[in-house]
């Protein structure tokens, strides 16, 4: 006789799980499906070059620097141009953007052109890459704002609140694939051996009760007196605006966004990027609204969290260029809610 344990636990893949949800919306059409699955399958082909990349002569940095002046490694070159590669002929799409490229990528001439834009940063985490820690990929997938012929750079630039999907994959121990369409946020484990990615994580919530904190603790000194003060009420040493006090954090950073943003999810807490003035060029912290801050903040909002830049919600803000920096903080809204705070008091003055 079967276990009837083992049989209630009813094994999903993520090509059924996409299909179900698009069950729900009689009017789909089944392109956000296949789109969907395009990237799990783009993400199966780096996480087998990530996981190998020790063995083959993969590391090492390529001698040339991207868009954001920063030294481009032979995994991020690889897994940019495996997204791409995977989505530009299959007439779902009008036009891509990816943060290693200076440009929008309107699909070819050669092929249909389709009413979905694709965003995606193809490696976070990349100066990870040679120590053997968790790297990831983040996609933003809206619906098309031009009309007709190949997409535009408007297309790429629309508030988060108009994303119609978004997700990360994260290569570490296992590799995950996390999303949300908008029903929930669903993560799946891929099975290395069979090569599928299976429900492991069905509707994510952000736990209530926050765990983590997590920032590049090294730059203090170039922080706002906000945001030193934030992170003292995290540690416990500093009260709110009530007079309460935090029981105080566990410090976690990975240094790879994907990969702290997932635990702080799963564990519950804030991970935060903020502005600083380390560097003149780049007021506003280091990372970018369209490629990181969007995609995740809809992921948060869908678990029952929030994000912020300090003042806004990533969601609502109108990116005016591609590659546009933005300070970010995002995980439970009770801490990114705080955080607020803690600049409109202290930072707005200054
Ligand atoms: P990317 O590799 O796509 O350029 O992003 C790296 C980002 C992000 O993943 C991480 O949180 C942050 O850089 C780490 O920066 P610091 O080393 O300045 O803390
Ligand atoms: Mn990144
Ligand atoms: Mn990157």
Redesign the pocket.
Known sequence: MLNQTMDHAKINTIERHILDEQQSHPEATGILTSLLYDIALAGKVIASQTTRGGLVEILGKTGTTNI?GEEVMKL?ELADRMIYRLNDHTGRLAVMAS??QEDILPVSPRYPVGKYVLLY??????SNIDYNVSIGT?FAIYKRTSTSGPGILADCLQRGRNLIAAGYLVYGASTMLVYTSGMGVHGFTLDPIVGEFLLTHPNIRIPEKPKYYSVNQGYEKFWSEGIRRFTKYLQGDEPDFQGQYCKGLSMRYIGSMVADFHRNLLGGGVFFYPADNKDPNFPHGKLRLC??GAPLAFIVEQAGGTSSNGNQNLLDIQPESLHQRTPMFIGSRDLVEKAEEFIHTYDSRE
């Open positions: 954001q991020d943060e290693e940063d193809p490696l976070d985490g990349s983040i490629y990181e």
